[in-house]
């Protein structure tokens, strides 16, 4: 099982990233992805996630109205394109798969992806 993340980089605030998550097989079109980031220091937390139809999304109160994420299940991709980006968004994004509905806990998610930086700047 192979997930990979891709589309951090530097931004400055206000500005704006689309993460992509690629995966490997069938993987993408019967799970469910959740995007999960990690600061220095901080605990892994759940961004956002969309449902293996798409048909359900979630997200966390810090990036609502800022990030939206979507897939193209032909293309064995899911993004989530973050706008207003701002220095507190700033840790290491990555996508996630499971055979659960949509949930912000990373226990929840079997096959993970390496992350990509994303790196905010004020």
């Known amino acids: 099982v192979q997930l990979q993340a891709s589309g951090g980089g530097l931004v400055q605030a206000g500005g704006s990233l689309r993460l992509s998550c690629a995966a490997s097989?069938?993987?993408?079109?019967?799970?469910?992805i959740g995007w999960f980031r990690q600061a220095p220091g901080k605990e892994r937390e759940g961004v956002s996630c969309?449902?293996?139809?798409?048909?359900?999304?979630d997200y966390a109160d810090s990036v609502k109205g800022r990030f939206t994420i979507s897939r193209d299940n032909a293309r064995s991709t899911v993004y989530l394109q973050m706008n207003s980006l701002k220095p507190e968004d700033t840790a290491v994004y990555y996508c996630?798969?499971?055979?659960?509905?949509?949930?912000?806990?990373?226990?929840?998610?079997?096959?993970w992806g390496q992350g990509t930086q994303v790196t905010v700047s004020s």
């Open positions: 969309i449902s293996s139809s798409g048909g359900s999304t």
């Open positions: 097989g069938r993987i993408l079109i019967s799970n469910t």
């Open positions: 996630a798969a499971g055979r659960t509905i949509c949930s912000d806990k990373p226990d929840d998610y079997e096959f």
